[in-house]
C-alpha cells in the first residue's frame, strides 16, 4: 500500500540513490539549491521527453521552440515584469528573517483548520476573518498589503518554524522584485547592459509568435511549447524541489480564435486533456491529485479563467500545473511595444485578428519531485525463507524509470554469465536505459534495483548456455518468468 512518506525520507532516499545532491556541497550548501545526479537527471529527462512526445510529437497543430534566456529587456517591461513581478515581503526587525507574507497567512489558514480537526468549512474561516480584518476570501496574494499585515501582526506573532519566544517585531509588508539580472557586455555600469534573466519561458514564445506564423504552415488553432529553464529570486525557497531560485519549465501557448465561446471551449478541453494525461500518463495517484478553477477575486488583471492542477505533497497540497487563458493580453502588448504587427490572418474566413491564447504551464522540477514522492514505497514482504522484509520499492511507470531493465549475471566469475550478460546488455541498450550489476548476492542486487525503480531485472545463468534463456523478474510482483534471449527485445517493446 503506497501512502505519503516525509520529505525527510524522500530527501535522504534521493542523495543516497543518486537522484539529487546538494548544491555546490563541498563548498557548503547553500540552502535549498539542488544538483540532479545520474538517475534524477534521467528520471526529468524521461518525464520531459514523455511530455514533449505528447505535446508535440503526437500533435500535428504543434510545435517546439527553444529561445534563449536573456531576452531583449523591453520584453519584460512590456510583459509587465518589470512593474508587476513580485511577492509581497515582511520581516522581523528583530532577528532580521524575511518571509513571504502571503505563504504565511496560508500556512497559518491551514493551522487554523488543524487547530479544529478539520471540522471548520472556507466559509466559517472566512466568515471569522471577514469579522476581524475585512477580507472576504482564502487567497491571501489577493488582500491587500494593510491586510496581510493586520492579519501577521495580529495571527502570527512568533516567526514561524522558529524556537524562539520572543515576538516578532515587523516590517510593513512590501514589494519584492523575483526577476534576476545580469549585465552583458564589458560595461557594468551602464544602465543598459542590464539584462533580466527570464522568470517563465512563456515570453520566449510570444516574441517568436510571428516567426513562427511567417515561416511554418501552422494556422489557428495551434500552439507552440517550450521547455527550459527559469529563473525567480523566490523570497523564501523551501521544500525540496518544490520552490528553488532556478528550475525548469514547460509551457504552452495555444493559439485560438478571438471570438469568447471558442477560446473558452478550448480552455475547457485543455482541462479535461490535462487531467487523463496527469493520471494516465504520469500515473500520478489519484487520491493525490487535485483540480482546482480560480476564484474570481484571485484572477490575474489578464486572464479569464485559470486552473490549478494540485499535488498534495508532504506539506500539504500545492500547484504543480497552471492553465490560464490569456486573451490577446501578450500578443496585444507586444504589438503595441514593438509596432510589429501580431494580427492572424484567416485564410479561409479573411478575418484578421489578434489570436487569444490558452496557457498550460507547469514545472518540470516540481513535477520530478511529485513523481519520486508517488513512486517512493517502503513494503513489508515475506522472503523465501517465510520470514517478514520491508524493502523500499521506487514505483515509477515503465515510460520514465530511469533505468528500464538491469542485467545480473548469477556468476561474476563465469565467463558465460558476464559474456551473455554483456551481449544482453548491447543488445537492449539501443532502445532502452539499462544497466549491469555483478555486485553481491542476487538478493541484493534486487533490492539495490527496486529502491532506484527498475522494472524489470534479468538474471543470466547455466540456463541461458545450455537453452538460450533468462529469468525476468518483475518489481512490483517480484515474480520471475524465463524468457528467451532471442525474445527480449520483443518483451520489451510491448512494455513500452
Ligand atoms: P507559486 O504560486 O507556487 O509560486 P506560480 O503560480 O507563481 O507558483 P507559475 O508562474 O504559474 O507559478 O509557474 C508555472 C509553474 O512553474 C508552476 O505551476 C510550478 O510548477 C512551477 N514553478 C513556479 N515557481 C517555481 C519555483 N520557484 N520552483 C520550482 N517550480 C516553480
Redesign the pocket.
Not at 241 to 249: D, W
Not at 318 to 322: D, I, T, V, W
Not at 361 to 366: A, I, K
Given at each position: 500500500m503506497l501512502r505519503m512518506h516525509s520529505l525527510e525520507t524522500i530527501v535522504s532516499w534521493a542523495k543516497r540513490k543518486w537522484f539529487v545532491y546538494p548544491w555546490s556541497d563541498i563548498y557548503g550548501w547553500l540552502a535549498n539549491a539542488w544538483d540532479y545526479g545520474p538517475y534524477g537527471i534521467q528520471l526529468k529527462k524521461n518525464i520531459q521527453d514523455l511530455r514533449w512526445k505528447t505535446f508535440v510529437q503526437q500533435k500535428p497543430d504543434m510545435v517546439g521552440l527553444d529561445a534563449q534566456i536573456l531576452m531583449h529587456p523591453k520584453v519584460w517591461e512590456t510583459s509587465g515584469h518589470v512593474d508587476n513581478f513580485d511577492?509581497p515581503l515582511i520581516d522581523d526587525k528583530n532577528t532580521g528573517e524575511r518571509f513571504r507574507a502571503d505563504?504565511i497567512i496560508e500556512d497559518q489558514i491551514e493551522l487554523m483548520r488543524k487547530w479544529n480537526n478539520e471540522a471548520l468549512s472556507d466559509d466559517d474561516i472566512i466568515k471569522t476573518l471577514q469579522e476581524k480584518y475585512w477580507v472576504t476570501n482564502l487567497i491571501p496574494?489577493s488582500w491587500s498589503f494593510e491586510k496581510m499585515h493586520d492579519f501577521i501582526v495580529k495571527e502570527i506573532p512568533n516567526n514561524p518554524n522558529s524556537k524562539k519566544s520572543k515576538p516578532a517585531d515587523r516590517t510593513e509588508v512590501r514589494k519584492f522584485q523575483m526577476m534576476f539580472y545580469t549585465y552583458q557586455g564589458v560595461v557594468h555600469d551602464d544602465a543598459d547592459a542590464k539584462i533580466w534573466m527570464r522568470?517563465?519561458t512563456a515570453q520566449g514564445i510570444f516574441v517568436n509568435f510571428r516567426n513562427i506564423l511567417d515561416t511554418t504552415r501552422m494556422r489557428v488553432p495551434f500552439g507552440i511549447a517550450q521547455i527550459g529553464k527559469?529563473f525567480?529570486n523566490?523570497i523564501t525557497?523551501g521544500n525540496f524541489?518544490?520552490?528553488?531560485?532556478?528550475?525548469?519549465?514547460m509551457?504552452i501557448e495555444y493559439f485560438v480564435s478571438n471570438k469568447k465561446d471558442e477560446a473558452m471551449k478550448a480552455f475547457e478541453d485543455r482541462k479535461v486533456a490535462s487531467k487523463d494525461r496527469w493520471e494516465n500518463k504520469l500515473k500520478l495517484s489519484a487520491d493525490k491529485i487535485r483540480f482546482r478553477e480560480h476564484e474570481s477575486d484571485e484572477l490575474s488583471h489578464y486572464s479569464d479563467g485559470t486552473f490549478?492542477?494540485e499535488f498534495e505533497y508532504p506539506r500539504g497540497w500545492?500547484?504543480?500545473?497552471?492553465i490560464?487563458y490569456r486573451t490577446d493580453f501578450d500578443l496585444k502588448n507586444h504589438q503595441e511595444a514593438s509596432g510589429k504587427n501580431m494580427q492572424y490572418n484567416d485564410p479561409f474566413t479573411g478575418e484578421r485578428y489578434i489570436p487569444h491564447v490558452i496557457e498550460p504551464?507547469?514545472?518540470?522540477?516540481?513535477?520530478t519531485l511529485a513523481v519520486m514522492l508517488d513512486a517512493y514505497d517502503e513494503e513489508e514482504y515475506t522472503n523465501g525463507k517465510g520470514e517478514k522484509e520491508t524493502r523500499v520499492v521506487a514505483r515509477f511507470p515503465f515510460a520514465i524509470a530511469p533505468v528500464k531493465v538491469a542485467i545480473f549475471p548469477l556468476i561474476k566469475k563465469d565467463e558465460n554469465h558476464v559474456r551473455i550478460s554483456h551481449e544482453i546488455y548491447a543488445q537492449l541498450s539501443g532502445s532502452l536505459m539499462v544497466e549491469y550489476d555483478d555486485g553481491g548476492a542476487i538478493g541484493k542486487r534486487y533490492r539495490r534495483q527496486d529502491e532506484i525503480g527498475t522494472p524489470y531485472c534479468i538474471t543470466v545463468d547455466n540456463a541461458s548456455t545450455e537453452s538460450g534463456t533468462v529469468t525476468v523478474r518483475n518489481r512490483d510482483t517480484m515474480e520471475q518468468e524465463t524468457i528467451k534471449i532471442d525474445e527480449l527485445l520483443e518483451f520489451f517493446a510491448k512494455i513500452s
Open positions: 511577492d505563504k496574494e522568470p517563465e527559469a525567480r523566490e525557497p524541489l518544490y520552490r528553488t531560485r532556478e528550475f525548469e519549465q509551457e490549478d492542477v500545492g500547484e504543480l500545473q497552471g490560464a504551464s507547469f514545472g518540470l522540477s516540481r513535477t
